[in-house]
Every structure is written in C-alpha cells, then in structure tokens.
C-alpha cells in the first residue's frame, strides 16, 4: 500500500507536466504576419508585425537573423528591436536592416537567411507550471536587383526539371531562385510519397527526389506569399519539363 500511494504521488505530477506541456506546443501565442520574407536589395529594411494572440497575457518577443547553416548572425541583416513587450492581442513590429557588407551578397542569386521570433511568457505565480517559449522560424530571401521582376504568370519554379534514371529521380533547379518543395505524389494535391521530406533547393543547384516512383512525379512549391502550388511534368525519354498549361490550371 506505501509503494502504490507513493507511486500514485509521483505519476499525478508527471501527467500533469505532460498535459500542461502538450497544451503549450499546439499555438505559439506571437507570430509573424507572414510565412516568408523577400528582402530586396533597394530595400533599406522591411517590416515585419508581431501580433500577440493571447487574450490576456503580455508577451515578450525576441527576434533573430540566422544564416542558411542556423547561426545566429547580427550582419549582414540584423532585426531592430531585438527584444519587445507586446500586450495581450496588441501587435508589435520589427525591422529587419540590411547592413553595410550586405553589399558582398552574391549579386548574380538569391541568398537565404531565417528570421526568428521566440514568445517568453510571463512568470507565473502558480506554484509547480511549466512554461515553455514557443519560437517561430521562416525563411527569409534577400534577392539583388540584377534578377528579374518575378512573373506571376511564368514563376522560375516552371524551369525546373527532372531527370530521370529508374524508378528516382533528380530535380533541377537552373535559376537564380531559391526553389522550395513541400511534397511530392503520383498526381495533384495527392498524399506524399512514402520516404519524401521537403527540399529546400539553392539556385543552380540539383538534388535526388530520394524516394523510388513508377510514374512522373508531381511536386509542390511555395511561392513568395505562401501559396503551395504544383508542378506537372512531361517527359521525352530521361529528361522531363514542367507542363505550365496544366501547372497553371490548379
């Protein structure tokens, strides 16, 4: 009867900890008003609103720049304030500010960074709470102004191809964008093939699709806003281009 009692004592503790942290990592209390952020290079700096969506807590909000590896960088983009208190359902903003060796950036390609957003919760007067400091990260591009004005209609995503060896296959992206895939499946808004994990393709670059297909793939990019479209390839022999009429149709 003692162990049971004790044992009762230490497992009540323990589900409460599980429950209370379960309920802490399905909504981050501040985000960012978007997905994804094009810094251009004739911008000084862009804006970016901090909202807090907790109907009674203020927030602090601590934000970041980190480079393509995940190091936190102050150059050559920082984020000014990095620290901020927004008050319950009350929005915040902060600028993210090219510095003066953003200037080394490659001129001829896109580079990629993330910003960072980490919500500290206030500290609780309720004895035995765990409280946890959710962090949103996005990607954010910073695109020189030697590449073209981007076209709606004829995204760069379309020039991207697929070779073809077997069952795999290899995609290639021959622009000077960034191209960001988030699924791929044997047709249109399909379920991911087995093994997939998004790929985040720097310009000019190529990568295996690592997952065996029998048929053409259909993948999906994300665009500047956030939008997850497709792309419908047709093939001749190995070599497979996307079909932008029926990538168009959605």
Known sequence: MYTQTNTAKMVAPALALLVTAASFTTHASVTPDRTRL???????????????????????AQSWIEDEKGNKISSPLTVLPPVQRIDAMMNG??????MPDISKLPADRESMFYFNVREIPPKSNKPNTLQIALQTRIKLFWRPK????????????????????????????PTPYYVILSNASTQKNGNPAAGFT?????????????????????????????????????CNGNSCQVDAEQSRKG
């Open 198 to 234: 998004p790929l985040v393709m720097p310009p000019k670059t190529s990568a295996p699709l690592n997952v065996k297909m029998d048929s053409v793939p259909v993948l999906t990019y994300v665009n500047d806003y956030g939008a997850r479209l497709s792309l419908i390839f047709k």
């Open 93 to 98: 903003q902060v600028k993210v500010q090219g």
């Open 38 to 60: 094009i810094f251009k290079e004739s911008d000084k700096s862009i804006s970016v609103t901090l909202r807090n969506n907790d109907p009674k807590l203020p927030y602090l």
């Open 146 to 173: 030697a590449l073209a004005e981007i076209n709606m209609r004829e995204p760069w995503q379309h020039k991207v191809t697929l070779t073809r060896n077997g069952q795999t296959f290899t995609v290639n992206n």
